[in-house]
């Protein structure tokens, strides 16, 4: 079973994804444009060239919450009740992300321009690559799109940074990028027509007060998530047959 942490970093992609249609939305249709007039005449090819350059996506991901973990793990293993403050800061970056959706306010401006710099030097990399004409040029694309600039994967690094253990952290990221797989996917194959959808004001200020919703009742301590397996609970080792000293 998911745990609280990984069903919300989910929840997170799913509903956050609607700015993945702003922000990735005209890379995917790009590619998918690109690989229909030029490269690519099956359609089911077509299908494994954009799951191909999402597996990179979400590998980066994973790869990111890792390496921000190994630094904050040891820090959050000092701390008296870990849980509460992964609820505290999950809850706040959900309110920021319910801003930034709704576009209020850029609530994530200051993070997108520091990762503008790290983008400036890994862009170029990923040029190469296209227009990928094989699963693995898209893959690889796929890794350097990861590191694009993003509030939305901002969130769910600050929610995989609040995880205990590594491999928790790890699966945060990758429930994360499962949740935003299907709007991208979309795009690629409906991209016209989804986007328009997807980018109605409405549609958009309805999904920022879910996530604010989500985000408030998390600092609350009632969160309207199912309650899986919480790997960041002392008690957690408990379940796995460790008995209390």
Known sequence: ??????????????????????????????LSLQH???YVRSIWY?????????????SSYMFIGLIISLFTSSLLNQLPDPHQISNYI???????????????INSFSWLESAGQLLWS???????KYIPATNLKQAYLFGLVWGWLPCGLVYSALALSATQIH????????????????????????????????????IIRWVLA?????????????????????????????????????
């Not at 077509?46 to 979400?58: E, K, M, P, T």
């Not at 996530?211 to 080792?237: C, E, K, R, V």
């Open 36 to 38: 229909q007039s030029k």
């Open 46 to 58: 077509q299908q494994l060239i954009q799951l191909a350059y999402n597996a990179g996506r979400i």
């Open 1 to 30: 079973m998911l745990s609280t942490s990984m069903f919300s970093a989910l929840i997170m992609g799913l509903v956050g994804s609607t700015h993945c249609i702003g922000m990735c939305g005209g890379i995917v249709s790009t």
């Open 166 to 201: 590594l491999l928790d952290a790890v699966m945060v990221m990758l429930w994360f990028g499962l949740g935003t797989l299907p709007a991208l996917l979309l795009i690629g194959n409906f991209a016209k027509n989804f986007r328009t959808w997807v980018q109605h004001k």
């Open 121 to 127: 030097k890994i862009e170029p990399i990923g040029r």
């Open 90 to 104: 999950s809850g706040i970056f959900f309110i920021l992300l319910g801003i930034y959706i709704g576009k209020w």
């Open 209 to 245: 007060v879910f996530l604010i919703a989500i985000g408030t009742s998390q600092i609350a301590g009632y969160s309207i998530f199912p309650h899986g397996t919480n790997t960041n609970d002392p008690t957690h080792q408990h379940t796995l047959g460790h008995s209390p000293k």
